[in-house]
């Protein structure tokens, strides 16, 4: 019988991380992230979000200690809200989770093979515009390559994993060798009354902490996949905070290069400004040799993504959630073969739409369910007194400290996303109750000693 095999390790585990938390994000949305507070003074952007992304790692780190079960949040909000005396609420919950998953996750992994459209227009004039067919068709097929690469047994994928992740952290050197090498600090003043604190400037870091966020996310990838992971309650919680930590000093140290290098002014117009930045430093061929490496990180992180959300509707299938299809395992290489398939075509769909579109619906529709409810399903397990092989320290001030964070996004990313968010959670609640009254499911054993 087919069954998943403990074979990630520590470095294979926070590979994956990264690799998803890189990608094209950080190189396509520093233009963005200037834009929302007019000026350099938004990467105090990146800096709330990294303290938000830190404490939200502490979540997800004791949460995937208690259930090292591959499905990560599914698993967690079916266990924790299934304790309370409300009948059915935990197969609602999870199932209300897969419901925005199939927009947010989607979104997600398609915000990747988007982003390699428009740096591959660097280095071909006639995909400026994405007006050619060609453009069109090239993120659709990026998603479909990522799905070839991960039909094929955990440990191979393990290992192309840090393949991936090794080109990704080599760009991200490149990038901040050579912005440290011409650095001007004059080039990070900011604008005058950058710091007046009045509505604007918290509408702008509302903004900014979106953008951030998008670019952190991935942290916990390894919780989809946890039971493919050596030693999870060991694993998973230092893979977490070793992608969040290395990750956030990269950015930082990368985005304050470039922004030295290439007038701030200047950078907020660029479409390609990790390229113009090497342009201007190095030289046109140097630029194309790193257009190629970000163009590698972002097929990393689309990699990345595609593993573990097939991992999500193998686990809700399993537990009769989701279509029983899904939870088909290949019958030699031990994988959910169709969930990846079936979530690859649906990312090369979404793959179609304007980026800055998918980025925020995929951030607000993820902030009520996910990020929000998994803080709620812990605090809900540490009523019910469980123990837990990993505690965060401070217990709850790092949980709600990322609750407060995730509202504060949610509040200021626009009527228009907060209405489409608020849409996906009413119409998920009523399918999901629609569905347990017609399938009736049996509740799932405990996971939780």
């Known amino acids: 019988m087919a069954e998943l095999h403990r074979r990630l390790n520590l470095l294979q585990a926070s590979a994956l991380n990264m690799a998803n938390m890189v990608g094209v994000g950080p190189f396509i949305t520093i233009p963005l992230i200037l834009g929302t507070m007019g000026g350099p003074q938004a990467m105090i952007g990146w800096m709330v979000g990294a303290v938000l992304a830190i404490c939200d790692g502490m979540v997800w ?45 989607t979104a997600e992994i398609a915000s990747g093979a988007i982003g390699v459209r428009q740096y591959y227009g660097y280095l071909d004039p006639h995909f400026h515009g994405n007006t050619t067919m060609l453009a069109h068709l090239l993120p659709p097929f990026v998603c479909l390559v990522c799905v070839a690469l991960l039909y094929r047994r955990i440990e191979s994928v ?43 400037f918290y509408r702008g870091l509302g903004a900014a902490m979106l953008i951030a966020m998008y670019d952190y996310l991935g942290y916990y990838d390894v919780c989809f996949v946890a039971e493919e992971v050596k030693e999870p309650r060991r694993t998973i919680p230092r893979s977490i905070l070793i992608s969040v930590v290395v990750i956030a000093a990269l950015y930082m140290l990368m985005n304050i290069s470039m922004i030295a290098v290439v007038p701030w002014r200047e950078a907020m117009k660029s479409e390609y400004l990790a390229s113009d930045f090497m342009e201007k430093v190095a030289g046109r061929g140097a630029a194309v040799v790193v257009t190629y490496m970000i163009l590698w990180t972002s097929l990393a992180s689309v990699f990345a993504l595609l593993l573990g959300g097939s991992r999500i509707l193998m686990a809700a299938a399993r537990d009769g959630c989701f279509f029983r299809v899904f939870a088909r395992l290949h019958p030699t290489g031990d994988f959910p073969y169709l969930a990846l398939i079936i979530l690859g075509i649906l990312s090369a769909a979404a793959s179609l739409f304007a980026l800055d579109d998918v980025i925020n619906v995929l951030m607000v529709v993820r902030v009520l369910v996910q990020f929000g409810g998994q803080i709620v399903a812990l605090m809900i397990l540490h009523r019910t007194g469980q123990p837990l092989a990993y505690r965060m320290w401070l217990y709850p001030l790092p949980a709600l400290i ?38 009736k499911p049996p509740a799932p054993d405990a996971l939780v000693p």
């Open 402 to 439: 990322a609750l407060a964070g995730w509202c504060y996004i949610f509040l200021t990313a626009g009527a228009v996303y907060i209405a489409i968010a608020s849409a996906v959670l009413v119409a998920g609640l009523a399918a999901g109750t629609i569905w347990y009254w017609i399938a």
């Open 158 to 200: 393990g290992k192309l994993a840090v393949v991936l992740w090794v080109g990704m952290i080599a760009t991200m050197l490149v990038m901040i060798f050579m912005g440290l090498r011409h650095f001007n600090a004059a080039n990070l003043t900011p604008p005058p009354g950058a710091f007046t604190l009045n509505r604007a």
């Open 61 to 105: 780190a004791e949460l995937s200690t208690a259930m090292p079960y591959s499905g990560g949040t599914y698993v967690y909000l079916r266990e924790a809200f299934g304790r309370l005396p409300i009948r059915g609420l935990g197969q609602i919950i999870a199932f209300l989770f897969i419901w925005q998953f199939l927009i947010s996750g």
